[in-house]
C-alpha cells in the first residue's frame, strides 16, 4: 500500500472563544433548564477551556434579519386577529409587538458566511500544505475535500480549484458527509490512488466550521455538550507515491468497519434555523465497538510478533476523551503508556471533527517523533463508522 504523507498544515480558527464565554451566554438564556445548577461543573469536565472558531461567538447568537411575525406577512396576521374579536388599535398594537421581536437565524443567515470562512481557510491550509511539500498548485493530480457543517453545490473541491488554481484535468473528490472519520479516510483513499499511481500527487483539505451547530435556542443536555464540545479548523496534507525529502509519514495499511443499526446515534439535522448535531448517550459505547474491532485487527496483523510490535504513537479522534479512557484501558498488555498524549493534548482546545487526526498528527511532527517509530491513526464518526491507518514515521 506504502503511501508518502507529508506534514499537514493546521489552520485553527482565528477567533477565541472561551468557555466562560459560553456558559455565561446559555445561562442567561436558559435560567431554568434542568442542568442549569450544573452547568459548571458540566462545562469543566470537557477540559477545554478555548476553541478557536472561524467566526466569533457574537455571530452564532445574534438574532436573525427577520421578526417574529409570521411568514404569512401582516395581512393575515390583521385579519386573523380581527376574526378574533381584537379591535383595531389592539391588533394594531399586536402587529407592531411582533414586528419588534427578531425571529431566530435562518439557515441562509447561520451557512453564508460559515461556509466564506470554509473556503477562505481550507485555500489557506491547501496552500500551506504546497509549500511544505515544495510543491504548486499545477503539481496536484488529485483533490480530495471535506466540508460536512456546511453542506454546498458545488461544494469545497470546485471552490479550490478555482482560488488555487489547480489544473482543469485534476481529479476532485469532495467527501461532504466523511464528518469525523475524514483524516483517517481520506489518507486511506489518497493511499489507493497513488498505489494505482505512484507518480500520482494527492492533496487533501479538510475544513469544518463545527460551530454552526451552535443553536442558542436548544435546551437540551446535549446540545449544551455540543456547544462546549466543538472548534473550527482547517488541514491540509500532501499525499504521493513515492517518498521524497519531506515525507514524515509512510502509511502501510488501511483498516474500514462499520457498525450495523447506529446510523442515528449522531447525526446533523437541518431545520429551519440551521444546522443541528444530535447525539445519543448510547454513542460513546457503540464507538467502543470499533476500538476492540481495531485492536483485532491489529493483532492478526501483528500476529507473528504480538510481543515485540507495539504503536509508539496513535493518533485517534474517537469523539471524546471517554472513548480515549476507553481505549487506554483496553490496549494489549505490554503497551506503553503515553501513546494518546497528542490526542489528549488535541481535545483540550476542542473537538475538531474529521480535521482533528491531521491536527494530531501535526503536534507530533512538531515534537519531533522519532524515526523509525510505528504510528496508528484511527477515527470514528456519524454512521458509525470508523478507519484506521497503519505506518512508519519518517
Not at 91 to 113: C, F, G, H, K, W
Not at 286 to 305: G, H, N, S
Request: proline share 7%; hydrophobic share 45%; net charge negative.
Amino acid at each position: 500500500m506504502a503511501a508518502y504523507l507529508y506534514p499537514p498544515a493546521v489552520i485553527h480558527g482565528e477567533h477565541t472563544v472561551k468557555t466562560s464565554q459560553i456558559v455565561a451566554e446559555v445561562r442567561d438564556r436558559h435560567p431554568d433548564a434542568a442542568w442549569a445548577p450544573r452547568i459548571d461543573g458540566i462545562a469543566a469536565s470537557t477540559g477545554i477551556e478555548n476553541r478557536g472558531w472561524m467566526l466569533p461567538l457574537e455571530t452564532a447568537v445574534a438574532p436573525g434579519n427577520g421578526s417574529a411575525l409570521p411568514a404569512a406577512g401582516i395581512g393575515p396576521a390583521r385579519e386573523a386577529l380581527t376574526g378574533d374579536g381584537f379591535t383595531e388599535k389592539d391588533v394594531d398594537r399586536v402587529i407592531a409587538a411582533l414586528e419588534s421581536v427578531p425571529a431566530p437565524q435562518t439557515v441562509q443567515e447561520r451557512t453564508a458566511p460559515a461556509w466564506a470562512a470554509v473556503r477562505s481557510c481550507g485555500e489557506h491550509a491547501a496552500r500551506g500544505a504546497l509549500q511544505i511539500a515544495g510543491l504548486d498548485a499545477a503539481d496536484v493530480d488529485c483533490l480530495i475535500t471535506s466540508h460536512s457543517t456546511t453542506p454546498a453545490l458545488p461544494g469545497l473541491d470546485v471552490a479550490l480549484a478555482n482560488r488555487l488554481p489547480l489544473r482543469d484535468d485534476v481529479m476532485l473528490l469532495p467527501a461532504t458527509q466523511w464528518a469525523c472519520v475524514a483524516g483517517t479516510r481520506s489518507l486511506a483513499l489518497a493511499a489507493d490512488l497513488v498505489a494505482a499511481d505512484p507518480d500520482r500527487v494527492v492533496l487533501v483539505v479538510i475544513s469544518e466550521a463545527l460551530s454552526t451547530t451552535y443553536q442558542p435556542a436548544d435546551d437540551t443536555l446535549e446540545s449544551l455538550i455540543v456547544r462546549l464540545l466543538f472548534a473550527d479548523t482547517a488541514v491540509a496534507a500532501v499525499v504521493t507515491g513515492r517518498p521524497k525529502p519531506e515525507s514524515v509519514l509512510r502509511l502501510d495499511a488501511a483498516w474500514h468497519h462499520t457498525l450495523a443499526g447506529t446510523q442515528d446515534l449522531h447525526r446533523l439535522e437541518t431545520r429551519e434555523d440551521g444546522t443541528h448535531f444530535v447525539m445519543d448517550r448510547r454513542g460513546p459505547r457503540a464507538v467502543q465497538e470499533t476500538v476492540t474491532a481495531m485492536w483485532e485487527w491489529l493483532r492478526v496483523r501483528y500476529q507473528d510478533d504480538p510481543d515485540s510490535w507495539h504503536p509508539d504513537v496513535l493518533l485517534a479522534h474517537p469523539g471524546g476523551t471517554r472513548v480515549l479512557e476507553y481505549m487506554e484501558q483496553t490496549m494489549p498488555d505490554g503497551w506503553p503508556s503515553g501513546l494518546l498524549d497528542y490526542s489528549r493534548d488535541s481535545y483540550t482546545s476542542g473537538n475538531r471533527g474529521g480535521a482533528a487526526v491531521f491536527d494530531i498528527l501535526r503536534r507530533a511532527y512538531d515534537a519531533g517523533q522519532e524515526r523509525g517509530s510505528h504510528a496508528v491513526l484511527y477515527a470514528a464518526a456519524p454512521g458509525l463508522t470508523a478507519t484506521a491507518l497503519e505506518g512508519q514515521w519518517l
